[in-house]
């Protein structure tokens, strides 16, 4: 039998391939949007919140339309991509667990979501979402403090895309992913500077989020192994031996 949050029982009817959940049962809920909310917002969103599962390569939303509902992610890896008219496209972001997905009062989408793995979302229907929004200030609060946080992340992808070599970038990168990914316990095998994970993107993924060629991401990953800072498990696999090291190694190989 479901949990409930005080004395809500959530509507047992929804649409297929959707389930109901409680936040009380939540492993991201400290992390994400609900985390600051009382208990009487927390009843509200509940009440309209439906899990989506998502198999890697699902569409999410279209940039140019609009979002039939906005998200948390739950488990997995949603990757965002902007599209030129010649049909290019270009990774911008990814968002793990704990992310918001979407762009609430935006008539469109602004960017294709996918699901770079499969995905578990806590789903919320557009319409009662953001009128949820207006009459609790508390997730306009939040809503605005993740956008604060994707603009930093943007300005810090910025630097790296312009300024950072293409080892650096790689093991910003590994680092990116081992920091996020750890701190919702997404990662296995972690112990205090050794973490071992499963890469969210594939290799010629990584290879367009970073402006590289495929074979300078592969070539990158060849050498951090063969100076032992990290194990590579088949294609996505991967174990960073010493944090530290390899934070030590960003512009320098190691000896």
Known sequence: MERTIGKFNPQPKHAA???????ESCLVRDQALCGKLNVDELIAINQISRRRRLKAGQRITLDDEAPEYFGIVL?????????????????????????????PFEQQAGCHAEAATDVNLCAFPAGPF???????????????????????AAQDWMLLLGRKTAREKVISLLLMFAGR?????????????RLEFALPLSRSDIADYLGLTL???????????????????????????????????????TA
């Open 17 to 23: 391939g959707e389930v109901t959940i409680s936040c």
């Open 75 to 103: 488990s997995g890896s949603v990757k965002l991509t902007k599209v030129l008219p010649d049909g290019r496209q270009q990774i911008v972001g990814l968002l793990f667990p704990s992310d918001f997905v979407g762009r």
């Open 130 to 152: 953001e009128r949820l929004a207006r009459d609790y200030p508390a997730i306009q609060h939040q809503l605005f403090r993740f956008a604060l946080s994707q603009l930093s």
């Open 181 to 193: 990914l750890s701190e919702t316990g997404c990662a296995a095998g972690k112990t205090s500077n």
């Open 215 to 253: 074979e300078t991401v592969s070539r990158q990953f060849r050498v951090l192994k063969s100076e032992e800072l990290i194990r590579l498990h088949g294609s996505r696999g991967v174990t960073i031996l010493d944090l530290d090291r390899l934070r030590a190694s960003f512009s320098h190989p």
